[in-house]
């Protein structure tokens, strides 16, 4: 009884559907055993909400029932750990806010050094891409554009050529200092990919910003990207 008095007093500071984990509540080791039996049976009585092991949220009511935390909450301890950036939202869970798709998916992709095989969380399929480059605050926006190139071929409900325009419109609006950091990200991306990159780069007047792509690439290789005729340098690059 004691621990449930003084979890249901802890997490009066909590917002509905903010996720949090035993840890949050109580600091002391020597009480998580006690503290998680409380927890699932405050899950059992109703009282709260369990969204996978170890993680809880209160559900917040509306007229029309329970609400579901937000995609934000759902999986921030996939995206941070202990005040530090692992991983970052690419993919399916970016294409709609890149204004490449209006298809929403269920499944969250997120970007990551080290990568897990997919699981089901709530109502979501997480899946996990891996990122070869170190990830931080900065580069996120850098890495989902290269992500977007790598994967062009895979974006649902959309027309590849839109996708090109789309992109060369957002390289295109980059600053230099994003222009230099995107080709060194890009070093560590598939050839295709630095490809599409150099091409995109040199329509855009960009062309000092290609030497290190063209010297990554094999001078023989051709690399297949959809609507590759929106690049009008495209056969330069191999690109066909």
Do not use: H
């Amino acid at each position: 009884m004691k621990n449930t008095q003084t979890i249901a007093s802890a997490m009066k500071s909590l917002p509905p559907g903010k996720v949090f984990a035993y840890a949050d509540l109580v600091r002391e080791p020597n009480q998580k055993e006690a503290v998680i039996k409380a927890l699932n049976r405050m899950v059992v009585a109703g009282k709260l909400a369990k969204l996978s092991k170890g993680r809880y949220y209160m559900p917040e009511e509306s007229t029309f029932g329970k609400m579901y935390p937000s995609q934000a909450e759902i999986i921030k301890d996939l995206l941070e750990k202990d005040g530090k950036i692992i991983g970052y939202l690419t993919g399916y869970s970016i294409y709609p806010k890149l204004g490449l798709t209006t298809q929403v998916s269920n499944v969250i992709q997120i970007g990551r050094n080290d990568v897990r095989p997919k699981f089901k969380r709530d109502r979501y399929m997480i899946s996990f891409m891996k990122q070869k480059n170190t990830i931080t605050e900065e580069n996120i926006p850098l890495l989902q554009i290269l992500d977007v190139i790598r994967s062009i071929k895979k974006i649902p409900d959309t027309n590849p050529a839109l996708v090109c325009k789309r992109t060369l419109a957002i390289i295109k609006g980059m600053n230099e200092k994003e222009k230099s950091s995107l080709v060194e990200l890009a070093l560590k991306y598939p050839p295709s990919t630095r490809a599409f990159l150099g091409a995109a780069l040199e329509e855009t007047n960009n062309v000092f910003f290609t030497k290190l792509l063209r010297k990554s690439l094999n001078p023989i290789s051709v690399y297949r990207v959809p609507a590759a005729k929106i690049l009008k340098n495209a056969e330069s690059w191999n690109i066909r």
